[in-house]
């Protein structure tokens, strides 16, 4: 009876000969000096040398005489230290065509023998090479375009996390104070655009010429357009071998657009100015004519009742008595004075209301009253919260009320000996509210007139003959139209602070699934 094991070992042993004869790898056997003792046909095929041509020659009949000595040094202080040694290097084939040989060298022990041999196994790597030096110079180019266009680009994994960026994205970075903008970008466009957002990120789809505004404490503003797009990775990981594993990718590019807004805001404040004063004007003119119309009824209700006491003195010849007919005459051209005034009234602007951003309301108020605020020296400390809810409301009354404010506020600074001259604007949202407030280092409001103010008619300061002190009575009545509350902080320290909430128009989202923003 045979040994299995025996037979195993044999046939193995016949079997390896033939397995290295028809290896697709080129196999080469050498002595301790890289003499050639064995080449296989795979050799032959990759170098086109002949197996007699080679025997007996140096392995170094294969290099292309540029693979730099020092990856020689290297190799041959690992296999005679007995270690094997993988590397990739230049070859010359017969016909003196370069390929790149991926090459692994064992130093082998023979039993009974001191003398080592070199097993050396390559393949030709040039394809292998030309695609990864394809795909590095691809990577570089993308890299040089993505570092050098004017805008900022950055590329955030499916947990938010940015992990390409530009240095455009880095100078965005400092010009908002901020470490990450895409986060401060993500969470502007979800407060934005609400479900629009939601669906969009869980959905995948692009969103685009999104222009967005950021305050900057003590800085202009800055404006930028941004897009974002989607882009799928192919997982690297062995376990996407043969399965369509994937990445998601969100690429965020902003475009600095600063320069071209500040240009349409100018023009935006001129318009501004000229309807504000135009505005200014049909309310004197409505001021002045309600008030010539409340002088001329009390005499034409005078002259009525007198004309029909009159009439019905004169009884029967009441139609033909002189001072009936002239009463009734003086009666009706009253009435038609009355009449012609009020068609003169400027009609009362119609009311649009939207959702209102008051840091853009305010940003123009302050530019606004730039000059008032210039000439009485006081200093403007302006700390807004960047994406701040809109609140529902007219624009143009919610600019009437800020105003008065500030011009209030200004006028408590503006006083001869007062030194300290800091008007602060702050807004902050929060619970459903959004809240701005306006203080001053003025000489403030006593405690017992913190309600009286409100009233219409009362200023703390002498009259000059003005509407002196229904500015904050007007104030109250805008608020109230926007169920909104104004009121006098009474914690406040120095000089005086007023607080103006209003119901924000938008209720905070939850955070969506995704952690995008
Ligand atoms: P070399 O004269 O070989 O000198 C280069 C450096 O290697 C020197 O620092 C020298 O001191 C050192 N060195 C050379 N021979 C030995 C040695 N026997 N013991 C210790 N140090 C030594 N080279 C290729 O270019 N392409 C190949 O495909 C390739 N396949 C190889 C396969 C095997 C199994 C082995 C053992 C070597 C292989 N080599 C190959 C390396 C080759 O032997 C040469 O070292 C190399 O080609 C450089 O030749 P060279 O004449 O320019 O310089």
Known sequence: MSDPSDSAEAIAESVFHYAVEQSAIAIAITDVAARILYVNPAFSRITGYERDEVLGQSQSVLSYKTTPRSVYE????????????????????????????????????????????????????????????????????????????????????????????????????????????????????????????????????????????????????????????????????????????????????????????????ALRLAAMRA?????????????????????????????????????????????????????????????????????????????????????????DVLMLETDALLAAGISVDWRPTHALPPVQGEAGALRTLFRQLVTNAIEAMNERGRTERVLTVTTRASSGQVTVGISDTGPGVPEALRLKVFEPFFSTKQSRGGTRGVGLALAQEIVSRHRGVLGIDANYGTGCKLDVSFPSARAPEPVPVESYG
């Open 74 to 265: 290297a190799m041959w202080s690992e296999l005679t230290a007995g270690r094997p040694w993988s590397g990739r290097l230049l070859n010359r084939r017969r016909d003196g065509t370069p390929y790149v040989a991926d090459l692994t060298v064992t130093p082998v022990c023979r039993p009974g023998s001191d003398e080592r041999c070199y097993l050396g196994m390559h393949w030709d790597a040039t394809e292998a090479h030309r695609t990864a030096q394809q795909l590095r110079n691809h990577k570089q180019l993308v890299e040089s375009v993505i570092s050098v266009v004017p805008f900022a680009v950055a590329l955030l994994d499916g947990s938010g996390r940015v992990v390409l960026d530009n240095p455009a994205y880095r100078r965005v970075a400092a010009e908002l104070g901020v470490s990450e903008p895409a986060s401060t970008v993500m969470a502007e466009l979800r407060e934005r655009l609400g479900e629009t957002y939601t669906r969009a990120i869980a959905q995948r789809r692009a969103l685009e010429g999104q222009e967005l505004f950021f305050e900057r404490p003590g800085r202009d503003p800055r404006w930028y357009a941004c897009a974002l797009s989607w882009f799928e990775e192919r997982s690297t990981g062995p376990d996407a071998l043969y399965s369509d594993v994937r990445n998601d990718y969100a690429l965020l590019v902003m475009q600095d657009v600063t320069a071209a807004r500040r240009q349409e805001e």
């Open 275 to 363: 309807m504000l004063s135009e505005g200014e004007l049909d309310q004197s003119l409505r001021e002045a004519l309600s008030g010539a119309i409340f002088q001329l009824q009390g005499p034409v209700n005078l002259i009525s009742a007198a004309a029909t006491l009159q009439r019905r003195r004169a009884g029967a010849a009441g139609e033909t008595d002189p001072l009936a007919k002239a009463l009734a005459d003086a009666q009706r051209a009253g009435e038609a004075a009355i009449a012609t005034l009020q068609a003169a009234m400027p009609p009362e602007p119609a009311t649009v209301t939207a959702p209102v951003n008051l840091n853009e309301v305010l940003r």
